[in-house]
């Protein structure tokens, strides 16, 4: 065997992995650095197959359309086909208006002249579970740790705001301010009589009539607490932010107390202060008053960056991690950079809902009586937020962290690679930070975009810088940001849909117009329609 | 040399100059250049490694024991040798001589085994086994950080780290080319179903769920598709329409590959299937009644009595002293057993799901037709109970003038989740289970052996979180600070137990503070964060799957070394 | 030395590229197709009421082998016999919320094609759904212009091949040619 074979092969192989490791869009950034330039392109340089077989007709278009968002067959009376059938409209205007020819009227239920009351409920309910499926967490069960909190916070709450925003043609940014909290207006009247939940031995879904809220000292809540309602979705109305319920129970490590309580209560940030948001993803035992160092909800910011901005951690580079570092904190994490890539973000971003505690009533969970496998309780619990400040018993000496001003810090790479480290003094304040990036507006881009035509684009610019780019990816990535910074200016997310309908990337047959051979020379234009 | 010979001989030499120089490689970025690209290198590795991975197509079985059984009786090693310091805790034990339970590992096989692996089953030859034979392919890592309270929230963390977002099980749906990527079969509706539920995949791939309490999951799997192959010619018309489908749309991806898959799963028709499948249960379930009706040393060697209502009658009995006195006995929050042979409680016994889950995954690996398998364990159902209400007992003057009236059920269930249940039925019902999960391990590990899938498959036995003894012995509460993982599968050299655990949680963070060797989780200056975490399981499941890490930023705990999976931590330490 | 070695290069080149061809695996394709509520809309409209039994096992019932999310809170639950029936049926979303988070478009994997082939061999011969097929159409005879009906129901405003049609044209019964039909995954393509 010849050895200095051996040793050749391993030197060329370091050579050859260093050599090939280091594509342009790997390199360590300059000083002030630019990320985009290292994976966009611009989309002017698209070359669209300019074979007309290769696009569908219009009716094809409409049928697309229709058949994507009302998810149900097309009806040959239906008026939008009969107009594209005798010329009047083309497939994409005919999808454009199915689209943006809804609003709300004056009671919050959604209108449209083109469309009959079932496919009015069911472009309503595309959209809106398109919205809701873009927040991860839903599990109120366990984050609530009980079986009642997913009958009064309703889990789908983060998307109506955004589909409130998308047909009521309101700004994006609308959906990261403010306190209002938006009800579903459903059908039918009738009262549902079962939760969510059920019975974890014969599967059935457990009764209102057999359960019950209590005082903690045994006294039953009279009335009926407001579920979250139930039935076809037919629009949205702005809920008064107000349940007060007396007496309420809060239980936490040394001691419990009743407290009058506001169980619709908003931290503001439109989306992100949403109780239902924040009981989704406070990620602590419910009692849990956060010290600032183990005990923050780390999960929630995990959830803004991801959710909102289709960023996972590290949002910071490798060099920032090292930057934050603490070498006298208690934390191991804190002195490791690895760790501080995350937790220089994710610590600091917590600072404005520091004072955010769960509570839960005294019902305790159902029992069940495993001699018999019967339901032997009728007591429930649900989870609620309030601050701390609302605690009469709770010292501020004891908790000065979670007593403190509500300041936080918005801290991460954007998708141009800026470094922003900047102090948020409320939700809403964090909510207009993330609202001048460009990365919130990338995520929606990519989402709708990806809905549209199945093409997911990241977006994410550390998953992009460190990534080997071919020039087409560039360019799709380049699509993206035009669309993105297009709703960006004029903040209208329907607006921005529109734009995808008319494109050739929709109108293909199979999605996929780009001409990857073609890309240097002129443009071809898609063939209009 | 010959060209030939030449390129033979480069071959291999790069065979050899290859690993080392990328280690080289790897090692040089990681100090030189920083982590960046040695997460890019790491990457590469484990696309390397996928790539050897995806030739074996490593299956996922994950033996799931949802409400968190007390692991102590099987496979939490609290002393993992002679002198691994310990401290008792009285409703930590694995054995009853006739007159005292005790927890008094043997160590016969270098480490200190729970008496189940010791316990005798006859195998579906005939022959006698135990568990012990597991061992040299099992491993296990003890005093895992949970970090939060939750049995669903954590349940799902053993295979979606992050609530939510994708799962090891959609990871590898994703590249899986058999016919139900995934299956999930959780044993009762509602928060259990969490890891089952948790699937979540990049690339669109679904999950089939078998719904709890379903008689046969054969027939829920196949639903719909009874009847063996299509009875008509519809093939040929199909057939005619693909080749249109290929002109208009181009291939579709994996289209071909599946429809022929469906059609080999068609031809072997249902019936057939079914019946083979039977047989396995049959095998499983023999193996169950063995040991829960037969005469099984582990518990039926002594009668075991329930609570003696005569001790009552002490005059020096206080209130506040009973609960100390009847905690052992301790039954669903306020009762108190008082059979008379607590052993004889479980003759009628049952487990409904457990048999048919066994059978279930060794049919489905046998005949390639799943890539990963999450069976959520039940307990033991119908068992005989006498009790009383620790509410309503007389004391010692009393104790005459008052009848105690005995509450006798004969369907009850055993809880894994044992707030309430004392030292003496959580010994019981949860040494009887692991006695029919180990045997049915062993057969499993046998038929996979025999069919040559045991290097392929990954056997993880998990659970949400383990248990913490209260100190008053009646009951545990949730271990959130100590959870234990194991892993067998062919490649595993073992056996090996790391991950240090206290001695004691008094004083520590954890909820009951109790005062002896439960398993709670101890800072370890060798890992990264100062502890392991459920991060650290989950890179290592996906790193022995040949998966990209859910968790990068924590140390997968296994490593391949000469193609074995061997430990990357010391032997694990008993502290404090 | 190197120089001889052109094999070494060529070996160590072709693992480096390959060892490095991470992927971009920037742009995610997952190609539009109808969910589960759109398969079983489409479906029950072609076979009719009496089919509807079946869909909604086979895919009503099943949205994580079609893909779409469901809404948990359009589920109206009365009591019916001591339980909690659903008023509507077709509102149900199973897995205690997880359904309402799948993608709308999921890769169709073996079980779903398997079901598929068996929903439509049901579909085809059953008397009652191939009859309303048909009769929806006004169709009887198998001739050239009832198959080409029977294919655009399926794929509207496409013409089928000539070989395509002459198959078909020349089957005994209506069954093979409705089951191929329906067994094709194209028609779910948006």
Known sequence: MNESSCVAFGVLLIVSFLGFAQTPSSQAPATRPDWSALFLAPPSQLSFDPSPQKYLTGVELFRRCYVMIIRRPLPDENQLLSRVKNGTLTGEEACVRLVGNATFNAEGILEHPDLDKVELARLLATFNRLHSSWFEAYNLSFSGENFGTAEFSDFQQMGYGLTRAFFGQRDVTSTLQGHEIFAPLRDPINRNQYLLARNPFTGNHLPWDRIGFFYDDGTRIQGRIPQAPRGTLRGFAVEKESFQLKKYFIQYEKFHENTDSNLRRHFGGGTLGSSTYLLLTMGDKVGTILDGQVRLPRRWAKSVFKDVMCRNLPVLDEADGHKYLQPESPNVFSKNESCMQCHATMDQIVGVIRDVQGGVNNGKGLDFDRTKNIQKDSKIGFSYLRSVHDSKKLQPADHPYAFAPQIGRLRMRDFNGQELDEPVASLDELGQKIAATDDFYMCQARRYFKFLTGIDVETDPIVLKSSALTQQDKLMVGQVHEWAMQLKKDQKAEKMVESMLRSPFFRHQNFDPIQPTSLAQPVAAAPAH | MNTRRQFLTQIFGMAIGLSPARALALTAWKSALGSHFFRRARAAEGTLQSMESVAEQMSYVQLNLSEAPSRWLFDLILRPTRNSPFHPHPYVVDRFDGKKFSYAPDFKHELGLPLVWQQPFRDSKGQTRTAVELLPHWGSIRGVRMLREGHGFNNRRIVAPHPGGISITGLLADRSDRPLPSIGWAKRSGGDQTATLAFRSEKGSSSVNIPAGIGDPFEFLFTGVEGGPIGDSSDQLLQEIETEIRQRYGSIPDYQSKRVKAKILLEHSLASARAEYQTIVKKYLALERQIVTGKHHLVNSHPMPGFNLEQLRNPNLKQRDLLALVGPYYYNGDMVLVNQDLTKSTEGSYFKDLPYQFALVEYLLNKKMAQSMVMGMGTLENIALEAVNVKTLPLGAQYDKVKIAIERQSNGSAWFDAHNVGTVPNFLHTSIFFQVFSACLVELVDNLKANNLFDSTLIHIASEFDREPNNNCAGSDHGIHGNTTSFLTGKLKGPFVVGDIVLTSEGSDSIQKAKGTWGHGALNENIKQGFLTYENINSTVTSILGLNSLTPNKDPLMERQSGLLTPTLPPGRNVG | ?190
């Open chain 3, 1 to 190: 030395m190197l120089a001889k070695n052109k094999f070494a290069l060529l070996w160590t080149a072709v693992f480096c590229l390959s060892a490095n061809a991470l992927g971009s695996d920037v742009i995610k394709r997952n190609r539009p197709k109808m969910d589960h509520e759109s398969v079983y809309y489409f479906l029950v409209k072609q076979f009719g009421p009496a089919s509807q039994a079946l869909l909604k096992k086979n895919f009503l019932m099943r949205p994580n082998l079609w893909g779409g999310p469901c809404d948990p809170y359009g589920q109206v639950f009365l009591t019916k016999k001591g339980q909690g029936v659903l008023v509507d049926e077709e509102t149900e979303c199973p897995d205690e919320g997880m359904s309402s988070k799948l993608d709308f478009y999921v890769e169709r994997d073996t079980l779903a094609i398997l079901i598929l082939d068996k929903t439509c061999e049901k579909l085809g011969q059953d008397e009652e759904t191939l009859r309303y097929f048909l009769q929806a159409k006004s169709i009887s005879e198998i001739n050239s212009e009832s198959v080409t009906q029977a294919y655009q129901a399926f794929f509207p405003n496409t013409v089928p091949s000539a070989a395509w049609t002459q198959q078909a044209m020349g089957q005994k019964s209506w069954a093979p040619i409705v089951t191929g039909l329906c067994r094709t995954p194209t028609w779910q393509f948006l």
